[in-house]
């Protein structure tokens, strides 16, 4: 079955039901199918963690901060959040923390 997304507002506990029932309801939307009403699945069981073990891999030094050095080793305090991140770049003043911008 295919209905109006219009007449579908209206009749959405009916459609529910329907669905409920095993009919296939599609609401569409200038004349063209735009959502399907489908019942809602329960979860069925317990999230397993581990599932990607293995096919992960992270950086020995993932946790490690680097070095004040490059584009942070000039940053001054941002204004708007205090962050040591206000950099220049392309004529503004830029926060890499917050984005907060100056230009001029």
Do not use: W
């Not at 109006?4 to 004349?31: N, R």
């Not at 069925?44 to 070095?67: N, V």
């Amino acid at each position: 079955m295919q209905i109006d997304l219009s007449e579908a507002e209206v009749m959405l506990a009916q459609l529910g039901e329907l669905v409920l029932k095993g009919e296939e309801v599609v609401i569409a939307k200038a004349g063209k199918p735009y959502l399907d009403l489908v019942p809602h699945q329960e979860h069925t069981g317990p999230r397993l963690p581990g599932r990607f073990k293995g096919r992960i891999q992270m950086a020995e030094d993932f946790d490690e901060m680097p070095e004040e050095s490059g584009a942070l080793s000039n940053a001054t305090q941002c204004g708007a959040c205090g962050a040591m991140a206000m950099v220049r770049m392309d004529g503004c003043n830029l926060c890499l923390e917050c984005g907060d911008s100056k230009c001029g």
